[in-house]
């Protein structure tokens, strides 16, 4: 009898966050999830916004996983994992690495002008 051990990059891959719950957070929580299980890569990047928190927590299958959320608030990121995990799954809320200003971050850069000739 063999059994299947995963590998740690398809453990990363699974995904408890649906396109269409990621959608309604930014309604009913406004929250917008940014890196789901992230890596320590991902969790030290400081090219993110200063809003965004690191939040680790309990999978369903006992895993512990770490997320980057942006929200204005701590309380409606522990509403948003309570809802969806239950009590005792939310192991802490750290500030995120981020150094970039909220309002600019992730914007298009602009169009070059075209010099005028004369």
């Known amino acids: 009898m063999t059994q299947k051990v995963q590998t740690t990059e ?8 649906t396109p269409s719950d990621k959608k309604d957070h930014k309604t009913i ?3 917008e999830l940014l890196v789901e ?6 969790a030290t990047n400081p090219s993110n916004p200063t809003d965004a928190y690191l939040i680790t ?11 980057l959320v942006r929200t204005a608030k701590r309380s409606r990121l522990f509403d948003m994992y309570y809802d969806k995990f239950g009590p005792n799954t939310v192991i802490s809320i750290d500030f995120g690495p981020g150094t970039i200003n909220p309002k600019l971050w992730n914007l298009p850069k602009p169009e070059a002008k075209k010099k005028r000739e004369r």
């Open 10 to 17: 398809e453990v990363m891959q699974e995904n408890y966050w």
């Open 29 to 31: 929580y406004s929250t």
């Open 37 to 42: 299980n992230c890596n320590e890569m991902d």
């Open 57 to 67: 927590y309990r999978s369903p299958d006992g895993d512990i996983r770490r997320d």
